[in-house]
T-cell receptor, first 113, second 116 residues
Framework: DTAVSQTPKYLVTQMGNDKSIKCEQN?????MYWYKQDSKKFLKIMFS???????INETVPNRFSPKSPDKAHLNLHINSLELGDSAVYFC????????????FGPGTRLTVT | AQSVTQPDIHITVSEGASLELRCNYS??????LFWYVQSPGQGLQLLLK??????LVQGIKGFEAEFKRSQSSFNLRKPSVHWCDAAEYFC??????????????FGTGTRLQVTL
């Protein structure tokens, strides 16, 4: 009965590879987010989707492409991975009418070697 | 642009002692303020939030926070800390926009260590 789940939990890959991280929420929320937490624990928003529509798109390299097949899922695809992409990626969700109350997933630790 | 400062990177307290974690924000209008806790290897859990009204807000796990507009602060407090409170604590701010998505701006976190 996990509210916001992410797969995989850990991902180790080499530079230049393409990888995807998946996120699913069973809270019935309309809005989903991706945040990046760097090695200094700094958290920054990357994207947000509401009902499959891109709402927030921060200054993120276009190697990062979010995809929302339905409002319960928001995946993050990363092309041509670089060392600097190593981080913990958090998915979050919120109700469309209460966007300030965000519920976070457990995170995916991506390590690029 | 909004910003959040958590001046203390690391705090150590004894179990049973009181706790105060500091948070200062920079925002032009009335902010929406949050405290999240991140246990090792876990995601972020919302402890409490302030939108408006009573400036002293109660949260889960016995935590409370007080909004002080004059000091641009939203400090987190707990009267008696338990060993399981050891974690990373993040203060966050967002604006009161009425859109369907909200950007949370986080501080850099305070790591709490609890000694027995």
């Amino acid at each position: 009965d996990t509210a916001v789940s992410q797969t995989p939990k850990y991902l180790v890959t080499q530079m230049g590879n393409d990888k995807s991280i998946k996120c699913e929420q069973n809270l019935g929320h309309d809005t989903m987010y991706w945040y990046k937490q760097d090695s200094k624990k700094f958290l920054k928003i990357m994207f947000s989707y509401n009902n499959k529509e891109l709402i927030i798109n921060e200054t993120v390299p276009n190697r990062f492409s979010p995809k929302s097949p339905d409002k319960a899922h928001l995946n993050l695809h990363i092309n041509s991975l670089e060392l600097g992409d190593s981080a913990v990626y958090f998915c979050a969700s919120s109700r469309g009418d209460r966007p300030h109350e965000q519920y976070f997933g457990p995170g995916t630790r991506l390590t690029v070697t | 642009a909004q910003s959040v400062t958590q001046p203390d990177i690391h705090i150590t307290v004894s179990e049973g002692a009181s706790l105060e974690l500091r948070c200062n924000y920079s925002y032009g209008a009335t902010p929406y303020l949050f405290w999240y806790v991140q246990s090792p290897g876990q995601g972020l859990q919302l402890l409490l939030k302030y939108f408006s009204g009573d400036t002293l807000v109660q949260g889960i796990k016995g935590f409370e926070a007080e909004f002080k507009r004059s000091q641009s602060s939203f400090n987190l407090r707990k009267p008696s800390v338990h060993w399981c409170d050891a974690a990373e604590y993040f203060c966050a701010v967002t604006d009161g926009n009425t859109g369907t998505a909200s950007k949370l701006t986080f501080g850099t976190g305070t790591r709490l260590q609890v000694t027995l």
